[in-house]
């Protein structure tokens, strides 16, 4: 899992005030929960692009006041109009307490209906897993070589003994649905 580095400071005064004055030095206020009390902080603004410009999930080491936090982010504001993040909620990690992510879904391999004129469909492209934050994976990986025309892989299908995936047990990741190619070279 990536990790990603943030500095921040403690926040003095608390309310819409002291908020305004912070965006307005370019900080977001941000609020960390999950072991005992709440830490409320700010960070910088381009603090959080490394986090939401990339797809990857990942865990945020926080450094505030030379105290780090591993934590991940779990909430987000953003302004109405110009889209500047407003706010930040954080859940600070325990090695004992299983966390739920959204875990991107990816592929490999070449499926046998795909070869034969069938078309791959993601039916989700992200799966909410459940683990404990040292076995989080930081991808599903899915092999799709013995998948046919008409078959797809369930979230039954994907078991693991590190960590559960949440979604439904019965829906669709990925599917290769027939198309008009492979119905005239089944015909043949």
């Known amino acids: 899992m990536r990790i990603v580095s943030m500095s921040g400071s403690l926040r003095e005064n608390v309310g819409k005030k002291d908020a ?86 990816h592929t490999t391999g070449t499926s046998k209906g795909v070869m034969r004129g069938g078309k791959l469909v993601y039916k989700q492209k992200r799966v909410n897993v459940k683990a404990l934050p040292a076995n989080m994976p930081s991808e599903i990986m899915l092999d799709i070589t013995n998948l046919d025309v008409a078959q797809s892989i369930k979230v039954q299908d994907v078991a693991s003994d590190k960590y559960e995936i949440m979604n439904a047990k019965t829906s669709d990741i990925v599917i290769v649905n027939s198309t008009r190619a492979a119905v005239e070279a089944a015909a043949e």
């Not at 986090?51 to 105290?67: A, D």
């Not at 591993?70 to 090695?95: C, N």
């Open 20 to 105: 305004k004055a912070l965006r307005r030095d370019a900080k977001v206020p941000c609020v960390m929960y999950g072991k005992g009390e709440q830490i409320l902080f700010s960070v910088d603004q381009t603090a959080f692009q490394r986090i939401l410009f990339n797809p990857e999930p990942c865990y945020v080491e926080i450094t505030i006041n030379g105290t780090a936090h591993r934590a991940m982010l779990k909430d987000i504001d953003f302004h109405p109009v110009t889209e500047i993040v407003y706010h930040a909620d954080f859940y600070e990690l325990s090695d004992d307490k299983p966390i739920v992510m959204s875990i991107p879904v």
